[in-house]
């Protein structure tokens, strides 16, 4: 066998000056033998004697051997060792070129010969990309949907580019979506349909191609998957399920496809997804929360919403859960929930439905993606809402539970959270037992350290908080403004150039309302606050001049 191959190769060497075409053919015959018996050591050989340096010239000209020539590549290219040396034997332009043959065979064995000399390579599938393959691929997949083996490898190569970010583009000047979509509406069998959704979800990442899917008909296939497939306990079935149902989700992440689907509310699409919430099928539970939360990305769609009762829906789901414990159906519930919350017109009719009371069931939840929402979704709720900030921030197991999680130093999404509700609690009650509740729960210090936050956003809600503290209840917070070294934290905002106008601002106030205080008043006397504030009087914003005369008097006044 291994003369039969010597003699091969060495006949092809020639081939592209003087052998017949039944020559070459028996040599590549024997090539492709050698090849499926041991690739590996048929390949090396094949380097050895540097055909592959011949095989361009055979590629450029047509001939009745050309499949097999790029079914010779397709087969070495399997090596992991030979993809390079194809490349640098100058395989990929003639095999691009060869896109544009009439012959199916042709079109196959190159399509398999491009897409091992590239696999797992993203530089190579670059250049592929650069070279204009994917406008040709689209073509071919539209031109030939009645041959399998050519449409899989359309499909392959569609799923190996679209995971590259500067394929999207090209494939979005395509008329691919609609291709997918008659090709999807066409399909029986389970492993094609798969095929199919491995090139939809990352294109779907694409607000361009969201659309463009949503107009090509794709939501009404993946209902239909969703109706056929929904109750059959098939492992098939079940993974089908999922994939239309994540990729429904991924849709509505685009705002344009997202508004197109809702119709004002009316949407029989938006209408179906809705209908997944009350299903016994968690994952059916999940993917309509999640849309609901992606509806509910604008303020028109969140009042429309709630106004059709979407929030009761939401709230049974929940209660299902609290024992069941479905945690990935808990986070998109509540984050449902939070973006419902955001207009100031949903808050009390939220409120009223008992939105707070079913949230505060999964206090004692351990999972830190639940926390999170939990926490998201009250500071939305009770912001300019003064009944429901005093109830829920004189619930002492709520403000415990708040403290505590301030410490979550593993999870920087749960403590921030939980500094920002404890200061929204004291803002928008502006409430004594408020204080008098965060005070004893140990809160103070966590207020204190949230005003030296890298986020101004932060910073500024928590002085404002310590603020209202200072105001309504300086007796039972000093020790702990003392312990946390607050004079010497606002000392450090009001010299720091890089404080925003309105820290320093609030930085001012607070300094105020402390003045009430010995050891506080004796800790700002040692630190001359006095000639930082009097710089402060020709700053640039008004607003913090102004407050620095103020304060340089009250400090003035009490020295």
């Known amino acids: 066998m291994a003369d039969n191959l010597s003699e091969a190769l060495k006949t092809l060497k020639l081939s592209s000056t003087s052998s017949s075409a039944d020559a070459l053919e028996g040599c590549l015959d024997c090539l492709l033998k050698a090849l499926a018996d041991n690739n590996m050591e048929a390949s090396e050989k094949l380097q050895e004697m540097g055909v592959l340096s011949q095989l361009p010239a055979l590629l450029s000209a047509p001939s009745p051997c050309t499949p097999k020539v790029a079914n010779v590549i397709a087969e070495v290219a399997k090596n992991e060792f030979m993809r390079g040396v194809c490349v640098d034997a100058g395989l990929i332009p003639p095999l691009v070129q060869l896109l544009s043959s009439q012959e199916q065979e042709v079109l196959l064995q190159t399509g398999r010969a491009l897409g091992n000399i590239c696999y797992d390579s993203h530089s190579l599938q670059a250049q592929l990309i650069n070279m204009g393959v994917i406008p040709t691929l689209v073509k071919l997949l539209g031109l030939h949907t009645d041959n399998t083996p050519l449409t899989e490898m359309c499909l392959i190569a569609f799923g190996n580019l679209a995971e590259l970010e500067s394929s999207k583009e090209q494939f979005a000047s395509t008329p691919i979506a609609q291709e997918l979509v008659q090709l999807f509406r066409k399909q029986l069998e389970h492993e094609r349909k798969e095929m199919i959704f491995e090139v939809l979800a990352p294109l779907a990442e694409n607000d361009v191609i969201k659309l463009q899917l949503v107009e090509a008909g794709l939501v009404e296939c993946l209902l239909d998957v969703v109706s056929h497939t929904l109750g059959s306990e098939r492992e098939e079935d079940v993974a089908e399920l999922k994939t239309a149902s994540d990729l429904m989700v991924l849709l509505l992440l685009g705002d344009e496809s997202m508004q ?31 849309a609901i939360a992606n509806f509910a990305r604008n303020d028109g769609n969140c009042i429309h919403m709630v106004e059709s009762g979407i929030v009761q829906k939401l709230l049974e789901l929940l209660e299902r859960h609290v024992e069941e414990g479905n945690v990935t159906v808990q986070h998109a519930a509540l984050s449902a929930l939070r973006n419902l919350a955001i207009p100031v017109v949903n808050k009390s009719k939220m409120l009223a439905a008992g939105v707070a009371e079913v949230v505060l069931k999964f206090l004692q939840s351990e999972m830190p993606p639940v926390q999170f929402k939990l926490l998201g979704t009250l500071r939305m709720l009770i912001d300019t809402q003064v009944d429901a900030a005093d109830q829920l921030g004189t619930n002492s197991k709520l403000v415990e539970r708040l403290v505590e999680w301030c410490e979550a130093k593993d999870h920087a999404g749960v403590m921030g959270e939980s500094n920002r509700l404890l200061s929204a609690l004291i803002r928008h009650s502006k409430s004594k037992d408020v204080v008098r509740t965060v005070v ?19 910073q500024n809600e928590a002085l404002v908080a310590l603020g209202i503290i200072g105001a309504l209840d300086l007796a039972l917070a000093e020790k702990d403004f003392v312990g946390a070294s607050l004079v010497q934290i606002l000392h450090k905002l009001l010299t720091d150039e890089r404080s925003a106008p309105e820290i320093k601002y609030n930085s001012m106030i607070l300094i105020c309302s402390l003045m009430g205080s010995e050891p506080l008043h004796r800790e700002v006397q040692s630190l001359a606050f006095i000639d930082v504030v009097s710089k402060l009087r020709s700053h640039e914003n008004k607003t913090v001049s102004h407050q620095a005369s103020l304060t340089e008097q009250r400090l003035t006044a009490q020295s």
């Open 440 to 458: 004893q729960s140990g809160g103070v210090k966590h207020l204190v350290t949230m005003a030296t936050s890298e986020h101004m956003i932060m």
């Open 260 to 290: 197109k689907l809702f119709e004002g509310g009316k949407g029989s699409v938006f209408q179906r997804v809705l209908s997944w919430v009350p299903s016994d099928n968690h994952q059916l539970q999940l993917a309509g929360a999640l």
